[in-house]
C-alpha cells in the first residue's frame, strides 16, 4: 500500500511568494498531522485534522499559516506570504483515530525561502 | 503543558555493544509509547510500540515502559553502524484524539 504522499519533496522560493504544500494520507486514515521540523526546534506539530475536520491549530506560529483538508484524502498548507523563516522541513503523518495507532510520516518537503 | 524528554546525545557506541536510549514523559494518563528512528535527511520511521509495562522485544530492538515512573527506554542490542540516526520518544495520551507528544531526539552514533 502507498504510504503518505506528499509534494513537493523540495520547494526553493523567494520571500513574500506564496508556498502550498500538500499531501495525501494513507487510505482509511482519518487523522491528518502537519509538522514542521528544525534543527533548533525539533519537531512541531503545527496542525491536525480528524475526519477533515480542524482540531487543533494552536501550533500554526501566524496567520501567514493556513491548512484544509477538504476531503478524506487530500490537504494543504498554505503559507503567505512566506518569509525565511519558514525554512524548515515539512512533514504531513496519518493515523488512525484511535490511542494506540501509531502515525506514518510522509517524506516531507524541505522549503527553503530565499 | 505537556512534555515528553529526552538527552539529546550523541550517544556514541561501538559496532556490537548495547545502545540504550532513554524518554521521561510528564503526562500521567499517557497510554500509547512509540520509537521512531529518524536517518539524516529523511522522515521519521516507526520502529517500537509499547502499551503496557514490561519489556517489548522486536528483534535486536527492546522497548521498556514503568508508567510509575513515566518512563520509557529502547535498547538496541548488537549495535551497527546503519543504527546511525536519531532517535524520537513519541506519547499518546487518553483523549488526545491522535495527537503525538514528540521529545526532540536522541542522537545515536554507532562506530565500527
Known amino acids: 500500500d502507498a504510504g503518505v504522499i506528499q509534494s513537493p519533496r523540495h520547494e526553493v522560493t523567494e520571500m513574500g511568494q506564496e508556498v502550498t504544500l500538500r499531501c495525501k494520507p494513507i487510505?482509511?486514515?482519518?487523522?491528518l498531522f502537519w509538522y514542521r521540523q528544525t534543527m533548533m526546534r525539533g519537531l512541531e506539530l503545527l496542525i491536525y485534522?480528524?475526519?477533515?475536520?480542524?482540531?487543533?491549530d494552536s501550533g500554526m506560529p501566524e496567520d501567514r499559516f493556513s491548512a484544509k483538508m477538504p476531503n478524506a484524502s487530500f490537504s494543504t498548507l498554505k503559507i503567505q506570504p512566506s518569509e525565511p523563516r519558514d525554512s524548515a522541513v515539512y512533514f504531513c503523518?496519518?493515523?488512525?483515530?484511535?490511542?494506540?495507532?501509531?502515525?506514518?510520516f510522509g517524506d516531507g518537503t524541505r522549503l527553503s525561502i530565499l | 503543558q505537556k512534555e515528553v524528554e529526552q538527552n539529546s546525545g550523541p550517544l556514541s557506541v561501538p559496532e556490537g555493544a548495547i545502545a540504550s536510549l532513554n524518554c521521561t514523559y510528564s503526562d500521567r494518563v499517557s497510554q500509547s509509547f512509540f520509537w521512531y528512528r529518524q536517518y539524516s535527511g529523511k522522515s521519521p520511521e516507526l520502529i517500537m510500540s509499547?502499551?503496557?509495562?514490561g519489556d517489548k522485544e522486536d528483534g535486536r530492538f527492546t522497548a521498556q515502559l514503568n508508567k510509575a515512573s513515566q518512563y520509557v527506554s529502547l535498547l538496541i542490542r548488537d549495535s551497527q553502524p546503519s543504527d546511525s540516526a536519531t532517535y524520537l520518544c513519541a506519547v499518546k495520551g487518553i483523549g488526545s484524539q491522535g495527537n503525538l507528544i514528540f521529545g526532540k531526539g536522541t542522537k545515536l552514533s554507532v562506530k565500527p
Open positions: 503523518a496519518s493515523s488512525f483515530w484511535d490511542s494506540n495507532q501509531p502515525q506514518h
Open positions: 509499547i502499551y503496557s509495562n
Open positions: 485534522f480528524n475526519n477533515n475536520v480542524p482540531i487543533d
Open positions: 487510505s482509511g486514515h482519518n487523522s
